[in-house]
């Protein structure tokens, strides 16, 4: 299938810093890419639908200050926590869609999920 | 607003059949039924999907009833490796993937 990497695969921080994740499709063009998270137990929650060129839409209850998206390429979303607090300790997946069947799958609109990236804000 | 409904967890034998079910009443006619599975602390794997007809791949079959409001997931012979949870999602062509709670199955030796 499709491969969709994100990096860093886990990242410790300060409260009050930023940390930026990136989400990439290395074998298709995604013009849509979606984040989501993921606490301890839960299920995944999605966050944020994020077109390539365009503002992302987020999910209600989600601060689109506080999480800043930004898809500049077909291949690349990334996804900033500003200012993070202990409470944004989470498991952050990112998911791409693939719109042509482009990828190895072949199969038309198909979505791809990143390894995740766990996040702790100390 | 998952729109399916699985059971929370199953235990299933090693080297036995897994059969995992999902009920999705309200699924329109051109949503299609995906499966997805989670190991521990990584993403979510992509099992198989259909729309009406049955599906087999080389992971698992998808057996759909002809109303098209339940389906079944068939591990044929689990292995350990297959305790995860697994999620089914009911998605348009267009719609982004929402996850509900899933089911756990621990596959036991």
């Known amino acids: 299938g499709a491969v969709v990497s994100q990096h860093p695969s886990r990242v410790i921080c300060k409260s009050g810093t930023s940390v930026k994740i990136e989400c990439r499709s290395l074998d298709f063009q995604a013009t849509t890419m979606f984040w989501y998270r993921q606490f301890p137990k839960q299920s995944l929650m999605l966050m944020a639908t994020?077109?390539?060129?365009?503002?992302?839409?987020?999910e209600q209850g989600v601060e689109k200050d506080k999480f800043l998206i930004n898809h500049a390429s077909l291949t690349l979303s990334t996804l900033t926590v500003t200012s993070a607090h202990p409470e944004d300790s989470s498991f952050y997946i990112c998911?791409?869609?693939?719109?042509?069947?482009?990828?190895?799958?072949?199969?038309?609109?198909?979505?791809?999920f990143g390894p995740g990236t766990r996040l702790t804000v100390l | 607003d998952a729109k399916t409904t699985q059971p929370p967890s199953m235990d299933c034998a090693e080297g036995r059949a897994a059969n995992l079910p999902c009920n999705h009443s309200t699924i329109s006619g051109n949503e299609y039924v995906y499966w997805y599975r989670q190991i521990h602390s990584q993403g979510p794997q992509y099992i198989i999907h259909?729309?009406?007809n049955n599906e087999t791949n080389e992971m698992a079959s998808l057996i759909i009833t002809e109303d098209r409001k339940s389906s079944t997931l068939i591990l044929p012979h689990a292995t350990l490796r297959d305790t995860a949870v697994y999620y089914c999602?009911?998605?348009?062509?267009?719609?982004?993937?929402?996850f509900g709670a899933g089911t756990r199955l621990t596959v036991k030796p």
């Open positions: 994020s077109n390539e060129g365009s503002k992302a839409t987020y």
């Open positions: 259909g729309l009406k």
């Open positions: 999602i009911v998605r348009g062509n267009n719609n982004d993937m929402r």
């Open positions: 998911s791409a869609r693939d719109p042509t069947g482009t990828s190895k799958s072949g199969s038309y609109n198909e979505q791809f």
